[in-house]
């Protein structure tokens, strides 16, 4: 079975310092991965999306991530942050599209300190 | 106004009472799913409904049932709910472009008590 893993549940950053979340996955071909940021209050958003071709993908609000199968990883990657960034991360991973089922990461919370 | 609306934002209500929370969309989606946040677990998945005539168990159907009333609205109920219901349920939607992407709901905080 598919499964995620995010081993970070909480990371402390100062605002302007960068950003990398972990994301490791477990499946025997390539996934579909995705990040997603729920800011509190507020459903979960998509940052970015891998689907194939380029390892390195670009999302919205600065972020990024880069795919490793070597390491089975997608670690988001933000290389200056804002107060603003402060909320919950989460990794995700669809073994095939048709069925569109994502299976979540249990999420990382971002706290930015002044 | 939204384009994944659910009610209601917040609910309390005791064991073995029966609850119902609405999701509405208006984005012509035809893909609807229902997820649970607990802390510490991320999100898990209920049901999902691929079309009006399509409902499927998730990974944690136990306890719940849906019902797909029309292309914009998707039902959760929970016949008698118990303490361990209490959680963050989201609804989500997505279309049949199958890029994976979801659009959620901003959430309905349910605790039973």
């Known amino acids: 079975a598919q499964s995620v893993t995010q081993p970070d549940i909480h990371i402390t950053v100062s605002e302007g310092a960068s950003l990398e979340l972990r994301c490791n996955y477990s499946y025997g071909a390539t996934p579909y991965l995705f990040w997603y940021v729920q800011s509190p209050g507020q459903g979960l958003q998509l940052l970015l999306k891998y689907f194939s071709g380029d390892t390195l993908v670009q999302g919205i609000k600065g972020f990024e991530a880069e795919f490793k199968r070597s390491q089975s990883s997608f670690n988001l990657r933000k290389p200056s942050v804002h107060w603003s960034d402060a909320a919950e991360y989460f990794c995700a991973v669809v073994m095939n599209f048709g069925n569109e089922k994502l299976t979540f990461g249990t999420g990382t919370r971002l706290t930015i300190i002044p | 106004d939204a384009d994944v609306t659910q009610t209601p934002r917040n609910r309390i209500t005791k064991t073995g009472k029966r609850i119902m929370l609405e999701c509405s969309q208006t984005?012509?989606?035809?893909?609807m799913y229902w997820y649970r946040q607990d802390p510490g677990l991320g999100l898990r998945l209920i049901y999902y409904s691929f079309d009006v005539k399509d409902i499927n168990k998730g990974e944690i159907s136990d306890g719940y049932s849906v019902s797909r009333q029309a292309q914009a609205k998707f039902s959760l109920s929970l016949e008698s709910a118990i303490p361990n219901q209490t959680a963050l349920y989201f609804c989500?939607?997505?279309?049949?472009?199958?890029?994976?992407?979801?659009?959620f709901g901003e959430g309905s905080r349910l605790t039973v008590l």
């Open positions: 989500a939607t997505s279309g049949l472009q199958n890029t994976g992407e979801l659009f």
């Open positions: 984005k012509g989606h035809d893909r």
